[in-house]
């Protein structure tokens, strides 16, 4: 298995709250190795702040409601797991996120390209709870006009585009290669970040 899948994998399994030692076990590499690559995922919560290291104070209240939290949402998501499973499109949508996805700070897909965008989009209606706010947020090169982007991305993805264009300090050029005519866009769940990142990445663990 390629390095960066592995690595993936890793992250994965420590979303639902496996230690190093099993981590690097079930994956055949060193435990050292899955220190260093997990060094911003402190066991606990994913997308939380970051912790000073593994050693966690057990008497810390707020410490304890994370991991009751964290508990929580993992039944939520294994019992959600035999309906979704069945699903070609919920299969689809985890490998967009294993591929493509934020793996700390909230459940996120930045790209440029319309199709991957739509699929998320659609997987996100279908599996996400009805309601649940998604914000999509826009960075574009200098020359690309900022109202027909966002225009774009809002019927790409059928949600609202958030006003501010992020802009990047060149020019995209007439270069056929270069394919981000409209920028590229960010589906972001919000707020419920934490937990749907902490769901997806519980399935994805569960992926063989």
Sequence with gaps: MHESLIKTRARALRATGRSLKTIAAKLGIAKSTASLWLRDMPLGLVGGSKGSGGNLNLGNQSHQRAVHRLKRWRQEANGLWPRYSKQPLFFAGLGL????????????????????????????????????????????????????????WSQVTGYPVARHVTRINTRRGNSPTRIAVYGTARVQVCPRGTEWLNKVMYWISQLK
């Design 97 to 152: 996120y294993w591929g493509e996805g934020a793996k700390t700070k909230g459940l996120s897909i930045t790209n440029n390209d319309p199709a991957l965008m739509r699929c998320w989009a659609r997987w996100c209606r279908k599996y996400l709870p009805k309601g649940l706010p998604q914000k999509v947020r826009v960075t574009a090169h200098l020359d690309v006009d900022e109202d027909r982007a966002r225009r774009f």
